[in-house]
């Protein structure tokens, strides 16, 4: 099986490569890159006018699968990733049952290969239940090809234990992806606690609920050695202590998200659920403190925290309604509007945020996340050039639970191409 992609302008993060060249790719690897290639393929993508991208990884994803299938299934949502650009992704273990054990991690990976051409690894859950009073079978989890630990919904708040699950993950090579969530601290909240909250009469969330588990497991990275990656950053103070661990040399990266480095809290025009996530819309301050990450590099990845709900959950009220909304299809047409466009970054540091960074994360770097010869041919097709209405309806995903419907943006995915194949191409 052999595929052409043609006249596009490759960027590629691990040799800084910004180049209009065509990529042929055989049997799922890259074979050439050269200016113009004359060789016959089964399969030819015109690229003409648009950005040929190491395929987007997102670190951050609810397949909802097992047990939450009226939400979305991994059918629909890597159909959904794929439209977005995506060609791995990571699945959150709070499923039903939770992703704490062997089993779990294999029916998810077995699933994905029969019903999707785009790379799923499943995180493990740090403890049984995701209970926080026993650990997961961590060790068991990583033999099942879990690359990652995470409670993702929740912290652990037992610090004790959560040092011990830090030193298993450590032990057997795997991150940590880490919710900064001090449940003490949330109150009932459900929006930032600002004067927008207080406007609308609903109760909020300061930003120590996420800024103090931050302290503690940097400090906690630093003692056990574990590869430590902040998920879905919010705050001012969350930037500058990845910041601070970083000049410490200390093993922390970071995640930002569309959401949370487009909108404020002051955007939300009243008591919609489809506002409301978790970690909530921060200030303005916060949100250019998150830009400002992102541009110099302290924030290492966009991740998309993809949340999918049924419809009838997220009509309700704010006090009522789940936190999360979906990204995956919004996340890439997002990064280069709100970011690239006007200047924030490059569109290399694009590529490097949503692919190269999130593919040295996961350590399979040596796989994907680059444009480079013998390299995996997952690529990404986009196209800045055209401007579009974000509608749900047209989503892949389950979820249309999302506050830019209707939004104007640029950057379009035009074919998104997993170990040589089409998986989703414009039509």
Do not use: W
């Amino acid at each position: 099986m052999t595929l052409l992609i043609k006249n596009g302008t490759v960027v590629d993060p691990a040799s800084k490569m910004e180049k209009k060249l065509d990529v042929l790719a055989e049997n799922g690897i890259i074979t050439k890159l050269e200016e113009k290639i004359t060789d016959s393929a089964d399969q030819v993508v015109d690229a003409e006018g648009c950005y040929v991208m190491p395929g987007f990884i997102d670190l951050h994803v609810h397949l909802r699968d097992p047990g939450l299938e009226y939400k979305e299934t991994i059918e629909t949502g890597t159909a959904a990733a794929a439209h977005g650009g995506f060609t791995t992704i990571v699945a959150m273990p709070n499923t039903k049952p939770v992703a704490d054990r062997p089993n779990v991690i294999s029916y998810v990976h077995h699933k994905a290969e029969s019903v999707s051409k785009v790379h799923v690894f499943q995180a493990g859950a740090v403890t049984e239940g995701q209970k926080g009073e026993r650990l997961a079978d961590i060790t068991g989890m990583k033999m099942a090809g879990s690359p990652a630990i995470s409670e993702d919904g929740k912290s652990v708040m037992n610090a004790q234990l959560y040092r011990e699950g830090m030193k298993l993950a450590a032990k057997n090579d795997m991150a940590v992806l880490a919710h900064c969530e001090d449940i003490n601290l949330v109150n009932g909240g459900v929006m930032n606690e600002d004067a927008r909250s207080r406007a609308l009469g609903l109760p909020g969330i300061t930003n120590s609920v996420e800024d103090v588990i931050v302290a503690r497991d940097i400090m906690l990275a630093k003692e056990t050695g574990v590869r430590l990656h902040l998920c879905h950053c919010s705050t001012k103070d969350s930037v500058s202590m990845v910041h601070a661990a970083k000049k410490l040399g200390l093993p922390v990266t970071a995640e930002v998200c569309p959401h949370h480095f487009t909108l404020s809290s002051d955007d939300i025009p009243q008591d919609d659920a489809n506002y409301k996530m978790n970690p909530p819309l921060r200030s303005k301050e916060d949100v250019e403190a998150l830009r400002e990450g992102l541009r110099q590099d302290v924030m290492d990845v966009i991740a998309t925290d993809h949340a999918p709900h049924s419809a009838r959950e997220k009509m309700q009220t704010m006090k009522k309604a789940p936190f999360g909304i979906v990204g995956l299809e919004t996340a890439a047409a997002l990064t280069y509007t709100e970011l690239v466009k006007p200047g924030i970054l490059t569109i290399m540091q694009m590529a490097e945020k949503m692919s190269y960074n999130p593919a040295k994360v996961l350590k399979i770097q040596d796989r994907c996340g680059s444009i480079e010869i013998g390299k995996a041919a997952d690529l990404t097709v986009l196209n800045v050039t055209e401007t579009y209405k974000i509608d749900p309806d047209k989503f892949f995903s389950k979820g249309h639970n999302t506050p830019f419907g209707g939004k104007e943006v640029q950057g379009k995915v035009m074919a998104t191409i997993v170990s040589g194949e089409i998986a989703y191409q414009e039509a």
